[in-house]
């Protein structure tokens, strides 16, 4: 709290940023030690988490006031006007300390406190484990172990405790192929397809320079390649511009050569690194962010910006190892430059377009527990967590959302989750509200003590749910059962307009097409439910009928209903004769049931018959 200065300002004008007339909202902004906070004449609130603020920016004094211009990690922008100067300073002060944190332990997820239990808090952090992950590939098996080499992170500090190697891979040939490879990250398992007994491996490149070779890196290749009985050839990935993995070769790193590696094929993919990425969100970000941008403008910036080429790059690779695969039986092994952006992003949507469980809304939180936080990929440098180098900062995790996202689009019955699923998963990565993405690798969150500090996403997810269902899911789409073919055509990607766009409203279509699904979806397991209760209070009500004893229904009679006419055959209605209908009561002459006046005024006694379940007069 020693950073707020002003906690309340009144009169603050909040800006719609695509309005052509200037459109904004008058209302009280309030500042407290976690989030800003504005409420309009409306009520209606705007809280911005302090964590999720990117920059801050105060703008030259105008007659109307002081503009502040906030942009979030989440892609929300806010246009405030405070009337006095010496406010706007303030809260820009203060916005300036907040959001910069220079300790993990100053971070939302350690004081975020919703009342839980705390055996629920624990439970909520058993609810994944990775052991029973691998157990549901089919490993260990035959081919495949799993190794202690780096039960205190000896080896490598980046990686998990628990590792999975092919079985003929000793300890001398971990630790010798792991002094080999940048940051220790050697090859290890990180899906194992049971049908076609391949595996999709990972690491980091090789410290080959020009010409160093290393005996135990080469066996541990040749250890994965033999562990796949049904093709002894593997595939090794790059995933990086060959002119990038060239120029590695200078500082004493660079790629495997084919010559010293026995069954190997080598395959450069071409997607780009960190600092380009950052540079082309950056412009595209810009496109969205101009008003008034003609179609021709918005499109010719949206191509110049190379987004949608980026992530096309990173499909077409997933696509290559998915077709090594399936196709090949292949095993393949995928790097970057130190195996934990580009390879967690190949890795991931590789097993996700082989395996149908992680198209589930468990599965796919399975998924990223594996390939990103268990792998060590950056969370807290490439989100700007703390307060650090910029140079650091890359939407790696963005874009593999935007990839699963765009599949989603190409096959909306193969996925149980919908976009509001993964819109909320990027909202928690910025947010630091939960503790699975603090830090850059596992055995930093160990040493922060996470679990027994803070909550995890998931439970709150899975609690949920209902919201985060694609009512379009069905687990039978593929006749295959898993695998996902797609089409990476240029005009298959499409610019994800609730992602940059989100808090746009006035941006957004006035009826959401999987919103009506929903609803519906929902009114019809109402009228489902409503049916069944009908049908059971049907039942129970001919029961009760059924156990009341015959004597009893003709002591109940009346003994003039007891003669002989009450058996006569039901004699049929008369039909009536055509004629126009009208409004009952309308006419005095309405003549309709004069033909039915004899057969009404007979002398015999009336009698209610029961059958059909109906109650009808005869005689």
């Given at each position: 709290?020693?950073?707020?200065?002003?906690?309340?300002?009144?009169?603050?004008?909040?800006?719609?940023?695509?309005?052509?007339?200037?459109?904004?909202?008058?209302?009280?902004?309030?500042?407290?030690?976690?989030?800003?906070?504005?409420?309009?004449?409306?009520?209606?609130?705007?809280?911005?988490?302090?964590?999720?603020?990117?920059?801050?920016?105060?703008?030259?004094?105008?007659?109307?006031?002081?503009?502040?211009?906030?942009?979030?990690?989440?892609?929300?922008?806010?246009?405030?006007?405070?009337?006095?100067?010496?406010?706007?300073?303030?809260?820009?002060?203060?916005?300036?300390?907040?959001?910069?944190?220079?300790?993990?332990?100053?971070?939302?997820?350690?004081?975020?406190?919703?009342?839980?239990?705390?055996?629920?808090?624990?439970?909520?952090?058993?609810?994944?484990?990775?052991?029973?992950?691998?157990?549901?590939?089919?490993?260990?098996?035959?081919?495949?172990?799993?190794?202690?080499?780096?039960?205190?992170?000896?080896?490598?500090?980046?990686?998990?405790?628990?590792?999975?190697?092919?079985?003929?891979?000793?300890?001398?040939?971990?630790?010798?192929?792991?002094?080999?490879?940048?940051?220790?990250?050697?090859?290890?398992?990180?899906?194992?397809?049971?049908?076609?007994?391949?595996?999709?491996?990972?690491?980091?490149?090789?410290?080959?320079?020009?010409?160093?070779?290393?005996?135990?890196?080469?066996?541990?290749?040749?250890?994965?390649?033999?562990?796949?009985?049904?093709?002894?050839?593997?595939?090794?990935?790059?995933?990086?511009?060959?002119?990038?993995?060239?120029?590695?070769?200078?500082?004493?790193?660079?790629?495997?050569?084919?010559?010293?590696?026995?069954?190997?094929?080598?395959?450069?993919?071409?997607?780009?690194?960190?600092?380009?990425?950052?540079?082309?969100?950056?412009?595209?970000?810009?496109?969205?962010?101009?008003?008034?941008?003609?179609?021709?403008?918005?499109?010719?910036?949206?191509?110049?910006?190379?987004?949608?080429?980026?992530?096309?790059?990173?499909?077409?690779?997933?696509?290559?190892?998915?077709?090594?695969?399936?196709?090949?039986?292949?095993?393949?092994?995928?790097?970057?430059?130190?195996?934990?952006?580009?390879?967690?992003?190949?890795?991931?949507?590789?097993?996700?377009?082989?395996?149908?469980?992680?198209?589930?809304?468990?599965?796919?939180?399975?998924?990223?527990?594996?390939?990103?936080?268990?792998?060590?990929?950056?969370?807290?440098?490439?989100?700007?967590?703390?307060?650090?180098?910029?140079?650091?900062?890359?939407?790696?995790?963005?874009?593999?959302?935007?990839?699963?996202?765009?599949?989603?689009?190409?096959?909306?019955?193969?996925?149980?989750?919908?976009?509001?699923?993964?819109?909320?998963?990027?909202?928690?990565?910025?947010?630091?509200?939960?503790?699975n993405f603090l830090g850059n690798c596992q055995k930093e969150r160990e040493e922060l003590?996470?679990?027994?500090?803070?909550?995890?996403?998931?439970?709150?997810?899975?609690?949920?749910?209902?919201?985060?269902?694609?009512?379009?899911?069905?687990?039978?789409?593929?006749?295959?059962?898993?695998?996902?073919?797609?089409?990476?055509?240029?005009?298959?990607?499409?610019?994800w307009r609730n992602m940059y766009h989100q808090f746009d409203r006035s941006m957004h279509?006035?009826?959401?097409?999987?919103?009506?699904i929903m609803n519906m979806n929902e009114q019809n397991k109402q009228l489902e439910e409503?049916?069944?209760?009908?049908?059971?209070?049907?039942?129970?009500?001919?029961?009760?009928?059924?156990?009341?004893?015959?004597?009893?229904?003709?002591?109940?009679?009346?003994?003039?209903?007891?003669?002989?006419?009450?058996?006569?055959?039901?004699?049929?209605?008369?039909?009536?004769?055509?004629?126009?209908?009208?409004?009952?009561?309308?006419?005095?002459?309405?003549?309709?049931?004069?033909?039915?006046?004899?057969?009404?005024?007979?002398?015999?006694?009336?009698?209610?018959?029961?059958?059909?379940?109906?109650?009808?007069?005869?005689?």
């Open positions: 709290m020693e950073h707020i200065r002003t906690t309340k300002v009144e009169q603050v004008k909040l800006l719609d940023r695509f309005s052509m007339s200037n459109k904004s909202v008058t209302g009280t902004l309030y500042l407290t030690a976690t989030h800003l906070l504005f409420i309009d004449s409306s009520q209606r609130e705007t809280w911005i988490l302090h964590h999720h603020i990117a920059v801050v920016e105060k703008l030259p004094l105008t007659t109307f006031g002081c503009p502040l211009v906030i942009q979030c990690k989440n892609f929300r922008i806010v246009h405030f006007v405070i009337p006095r100067e010496r406010d706007c300073h303030d809260i820009y002060n203060s916005l300036l300390q907040l959001s910069r944190t220079a300790k993990y332990e100053e971070l939302y997820a350690f004081s975020y406190n919703p009342k839980q239990k705390e055996t629920e808090r624990v439970k909520g952090w058993e609810l994944i484990d990775l052991s029973e992950e691998y157990k549901r590939m089919g490993v260990p098996n035959a081919n495949w172990q799993l190794s202690d080499a780096n039960r205190d992170y000896k080896i490598c500090e980046t990686y998990p405790r628990e590792l999975y190697v092919p079985v003929t891979a000793s300890k001398p040939i971990i630790v010798g192929s792991s002094k080999f490879r940048s940051k220790g990250r050697f090859p290890v398992l990180s899906y194992y397809h049971k049908n076609k007994e391949a595996a999709i491996c990972r690491c980091s490149q090789p410290l080959s320079g020009f010409s160093a070779r290393c005996l135990e890196d080469e066996h541990m290749l040749q250890a994965i390649s033999k562990a796949n009985p049904s093709n002894r050839y593997m595939y090794v990935m790059d995933t990086r511009p060959k002119l990038n993995a060239i120029a590695n070769r200078a500082a004493g790193k660079g790629y495997e050569n084919e010559d010293n590696y026995s069954n190997i094929r080598f395959q450069f993919v071409g997607i780009e690194n960190i600092h380009v990425m950052r540079s082309s969100l950056q412009k595209l970000l810009e496109v969205c962010g101009t008003k008034d941008l003609s179609v021709n403008d918005f499109l010719s910036g949206l191509e110049s910006s190379g987004w949608l080429r980026h992530i096309k790059a990173v499909l077409d690779a997933a696509v290559f190892l998915v077709k090594a695969i399936a196709v090949e039986s292949a095993s393949v092994l995928v790097h970057c430059s130190d195996g934990w952006d580009r390879t967690s992003q190949v890795c991931s949507l590789g097993a996700l377009l082989l395996d149908s469980y992680y198209r589930t809304i468990k599965g796919f939180m399975v998924l990223i527990e594996k390939d990103w936080i268990s792998f060590g990929h950056k969370f807290s440098d490439r989100c700007c967590q703390l307060d650090g180098d910029p140079k650091e900062i890359s939407p790696v995790f963005t874009q593999f959302l935007e990839s699963v996202w765009n599949l989603t689009e190409q096959f909306p019955q193969a996925f149980e989750y919908n976009e509001a699923f993964l819109l909320q998963i990027h909202e928690h990565v910025h947010s630091c509200q939960f503790g003590k996470v679990k027994e500090k803070t909550y995890s996403l998931w439970p709150f997810l899975l609690n949920e749910q209902k919201k985060y269902r694609n009512p379009l899911y069905n687990p039978d789409f593929s006749p295959e059962l898993s695998l996902l073919e797609p089409n990476t055509a240029s005009f298959n990607f499409k610019f279509p006035r009826q959401s097409v999987l919103n009506l409503d049916i069944k209760e009908l049908e059971a209070k049907i039942k129970q009500r001919n029961g009760q009928l059924d156990t009341i004893p015959v004597k009893e229904c003709l002591q109940s009679v009346p003994p003039a209903l007891k003669s002989p006419p009450c058996f006569k055959k039901q004699q049929p209605l008369i039909p009536v004769k055509d004629a126009v209908r009208t409004i009952e009561g309308s006419n005095t002459a309405d003549n309709r049931y004069s033909e039915f006046v004899e057969e009404f005024s007979k002398a015999e006694p009336a009698v209610v018959s029961l059958e059909y379940g109906v109650a009808r007069m005869t005689c």
